[in-house]
């Protein structure tokens, strides 16, 4: 584990997990079973994310490019072998963010399917599965993916509002599409955020009640 790794776990603990769902952990798993070595099974875990990554990254390529085969697979190599996907898989060996960038490009691809291509249906399932697919490893990827896609589609009106009924239907379904899809994340999550504003609230009003005293 990477040194803002250990400093991170020893100074603020469970915490530090919070925002990295560990289903990605469950190929980790498999792995480890059969070829037993920690370090061998760590680099075959890295080599299949390398391996979903470039398949992803070549789907959208693919679409983004209509069909052009020789502009998916050099979109595909740049983005996988790019210095911040390669820190994240060996310098910071940050396995939660490094899996759920390997979902950006389909996340952003349905939404492109949705906007610029008029395939609402496909862009719709597309769009939710990137988005559930990252959140399933890294809370903080999603948000800011669909933090950059909400700024991008507000741009986007400003320039084009021809089909903004149909465009804003698909994206809520793709909105409920995704919370249906990332409830074994949402639900613990909800709860945990609650337990933790009761928490303050109840510490808040202990400092207020020791005041008026």
């Known amino acids: 584990m990477s040194y803002?790794?250990?400093?991170?776990?020893?100074?603020?603990?469970?915490a530090t997990g919070q925002g990295y769902p560990s289903i990605n952990?469950?190929?980790?798993?498999?792995?480890?079973?059969?070829?037993?070595k920690p370090v061998v099974s760590y680099y075959s875990y890295i080599m299949v994310e390398q391996f979903l990554g470039l398949i992803v990254a070549f789907y959208a390529g693919w679409v983004f490019f209509k069909g052009s085969?020789?502009?998916?697979?050099?979109?595909?190599?740049?983005?996988?072998?790019?210095?911040?996907?390669?820190?994240?898989?060996?310098?910071?060996?940050?396995i939660g963010e490094a899996w759920a960038l390997i979902f950006v490009p389909l996340a952003l691809i349905g939404y492109y399917l949705i906007v610029a291509r008029k395939e609402y249906i496909k862009g719709t399932l597309i769009l939710s599965l990137g988005l559930s697919l990252e959140?399933?490893?890294?809370?903080?990827?999603?948000?800011i993916t669909i933090l950059f896609l909400f700024i991008v589609y507000i741009l986007h009106l400003l320039s084009d509002r021809k089909n903004i009924i149909v465009e804003i239907k698909a994206l809520i379904m793709s909105a409920i599409l995704f919370i249906?899809?990332?409830?074994?994340?949402?639900?613990?999550?909800?709860?945990?955020?609650?337990?933790h504003m009761g928490l303050l609230q109840a510490h808040y009003c202990g400092i207020?009640?020791?005041?008026?005293?």
Do not use: C, Q, W
């Not at 085969?69 to 940050?94: C, E, H, P, Q, W």
């Open 208 to 213: 207020i009640t020791i005041i008026h005293h």
């Open 25 to 36: 952990l469950i190929i980790y798993g498999l792995i480890r079973l059969i070829l037993v």
């Open 180 to 195: 249906l899809e990332s409830l074994i994340i949402l639900i613990p999550l909800i709860d945990l955020l609650r337990e």
């Open 135 to 143: 959140i399933y490893s890294h809370i903080l990827t999603v948000v």
């Open 69 to 94: 085969k020789k502009s998916a697979l050099i979109f595909a190599v740049i983005l996988r072998t790019s210095t911040y996907v390669m820190y994240n898989d060996f310098g910071r060996a940050d």
């Open 4 to 14: 803002i790794s250990t400093y991170s776990a020893a100074r603020i603990g469970i």
